[in-house]
């Protein structure tokens, strides 16, 4: 534990991201972390001592949340690279889009260890970027959603452990943030919200749906645009936050509800990100951003570079230097968005703003979320 706030924002990433893939026709099959990590390298945005490597969680750290049984398949499945049938239907690992790959404990174990890391770190006070984690689906005991473990759930027991007793979770990723809701549902310690496109897997995390009292949701029509992402930010999220005063702030940055990612319909462009970054920042001494989804590698790694640099105050630039702009030109994307890639996912990091109208719908998720109990 630190005893004295972090002077400045610290980056966790890892190698381990580099090369490691969830098979080759998975959406995870692209690389995003390396490409976050590549682009603030590049625009000198990782100078000396603003780095970590995510170190590799032990068994005993996983089992604060996760089932041991479950945690000995996972290692079981990544010595040996298969499953049995039952464990398969048990744990849904080599199932339901989790794959049986390489790296499948060492990888989500290495994530958990950066959030649980950015968690000690912030103990006192401070800011850490950990593109690697956001792995929001993972239950206790079995894989779901593409997260073999829930590292949110990890970092947030961690400061709970350092004795902090009133936390706010923020989940803008495109899928609803079920498995943390769930891991604290009806624990007044830590206060879920979670923004997501309503009607997609995993198909929970309805209006009504308040966890007790310890959530709040907003699931929004496919379509959602800058401005009514940025209504919601002002008139019920900020509100919802600022009213707690939350001693540490968990911002679950997933990119899939920009408007190029293949998995949602959302609209947004990364100013949204941006934005909530910029206005969460102001609320809690501690804030740790976490990644999550995100499936366009162009679109995935230059929103999480935009918002290390936004953490840091630094202004975005127009255009991105040579190194930066070719490494973005030397990814490949095996789908139809990347036989033909728009010019500026090579040459800025910033989005033009997708603004348009704000729908009633979005002003109606408003209303009901302000209210302070709803009938069942
Ligand atoms: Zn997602």
């Known amino acids: 534990m630190t005893a004295a706030p972090l002077p400045r924002p610290l980056y966790i990433g890892s190698a381990i991201y580099r090369n490691s893939s969830y098979g080759p026709k998975h959406p995870l099959a692209v690389p995003r972390v390396s490409v976050c990590t590549d682009l603030c390298t590049a625009l000198g945005w ?16 996983l089992a604060r949340f996760h089932d041991p049984a479950y945690l000995d ?15 398969r239907a048990r744990y849904r690992v080599g199932a ?9 404990f060492r990888r989500p174990a290495i994530s958990a260890g950066g959030v649980m890391l950015a968690a000690r770190l912030t103990a006192s006070g401070g800011i850490v970027h950990c593109p690697g984690g956001g792995t929001h689906h993972g239950r206790p005991d079995r894989a779901a959603g593409f997260c073999f473990l829930n590292d949110p759930v990890l970092g947030l027991l961690t400061w709970l452990d350092q004795g902090l007793t009133n936390i706010v979770y923020l989940d ?11 891991a604290f549902h009806d624990d007044a310690r830590v206060f879920t919200i979670s923004i997501h496109e309503a009607g997609r897997w995993p198909f929970t995390g309805s209006a009504k749906d308040q966890a007790g009292g310890a959530a709040r949701n907003f699931p929004v029509p496919a379509g959602c645009n800058d401005s009514e992402f940025a209504w919601l930010m002002r008139h019920a999220i900020l509100p919802l936050i600022e ?11 997933g990119a899939d509800g920009l408007e190029e990612d293949p998995l ?7 100013n949204a990100h941006i934005a909530v970054v910029q206005a ?5 001494p501690r804030l740790i951003v976490l990644g999550g989804g995100g499936y366009n590698p162009w679109t995935v790694g230059r929103c999480w570079a935009a918002l290390w640099g ?5 202004p975005i630039p127009d255009h991105l230097p040579p190194e930066a702009e070719a490494g973005l030109r030397a990814l490949r994307y095996d789908r139809a968005a990347g036989r033909n890639p728009p010019a500026h996912w090579f040459t800025t990091l910033r989005d033009r703003p997708r603004e348009g109208a704000v729908r009633e719908e979005i002003k109606r998720l408003v209303a009901l979320a302000l209210k302070e109990r709803l009938p069942a």
């Open 46 to 61: 990782l100078p000396e001592g603003t780095y970590r490597e995510a170190p590799l969680a032990g068994v005993a750290e």
């Open 73 to 87: 398949v996972l290692q079981r499945a990544e010595a040996t690279q298969s499953i049995s049938d039952a464990d």
């Open 96 to 104: 339901d889009g989790n794959p049986i790959y390489k790296e499948v």
């Open 172 to 182: 803008i990723d495109a899928h609803h943030g079920d498995g943390v809701q769930d």
């Open 243 to 253: 009213a707690r005063a939350p001693q540490a702030i968990m911002l679950q940055a």
């Open 264 to 270: 949602s319909r959302l609209s947004l462009s990364n």
């Open 280 to 284: 969460v920042m102001k609320l809690a």
């Open 310 to 314: 936004t953490l840091n105050g630094w």
